[in-house]
């Protein structure tokens, strides 16, 4: 089992070790993998720093987020920030924009994920075709439709409920425990 998820690492090592998950921990979207205590830095924050520097410039208002001070491949913006001004702003920056319930996402281009997800595979030694993942932000997109499942639950956004293969009738970690019912595997 793998966990995929947009914190930082040292955030989703808490997460895994609480869970007692032994797979590879796939953080930053993709960004950095970790497993058997080496880390794989996947893609680089170097665009989305400057990028940040050019739209603090002008918008004062745009904020990091606290746990950024771990953060390693991208830019993680606190939610309350103007989404659609940000990509405004921005727009020559080559990089993704990906927002999720938690915060704004600055990454270089292609960075997502299913990168972290195609490196856990490497890891293992199985193939996409073999993996199912959950999701409920437009950054799982990429991960649902690329794996053997996509499973979104209830309260996903629209995009990654378009992307996904079953969609749960239920919330949250309901809708997980729902999906994996639905395949058999609880």
């Not at 995929?4 to 070790?17: C, K, R």
């Not at 491949?73 to 020559?92: C, H, N, Q, W, Y």
């Not at 956004?157 to 293969?165: F, G, I, V």
Request: glycine share 12%; charged share 25%.
């Amino acid at each position: 089992m793998m966990i995929a998820s947009g914190n930082v690492l040292p955030v989703a090592f808490g997460l895994v070790q609480f869970m007692g998950i032994k797979g590879p921990i796939i953080a930053e979207n993709g960004g950095i993998v970790s497993w058997k205590e080496k880390i794989y830095r996947l893609h680089s924050n170097d665009s989305a720093l400057r990028a940040y520097s050019f739209l603090k410039e002008r918008m004062p208002e745009a904020e990091r987020l606290f746990t950024d001070k771990w953060r390693e491949t991208e830019v993680a913006l606190k939610r309350s920030v103007d989404l659609g001004r940000v990509r405004d702003i921005l727009k020559e920056w080559p990089l993704e924009i990906e927002a999720t319930g938690f915060a704004i996402h600055l990454m270089e281009p292609g960075h997502s994920k299913m990168d972290g997800v195609i490196k856990g595979c490497e890891l293992l030694g199985i193939g996409l075709d073999e993996v199912v993942a959950f999701g409920d932000s437009d950054n799982d997109v990429k991960m649902l439709t690329g794996v053997g499942m996509g499973v979104a639950v209830a309260n996903a956004s629209p995009k990654a409920k378009e992307a996904a293969d079953y969609v749960s009738t239920g919330l949250h970690a309901d809708g997980v425990v729902e999906g994996l019912r639905h395949l058999g595997i609880l």
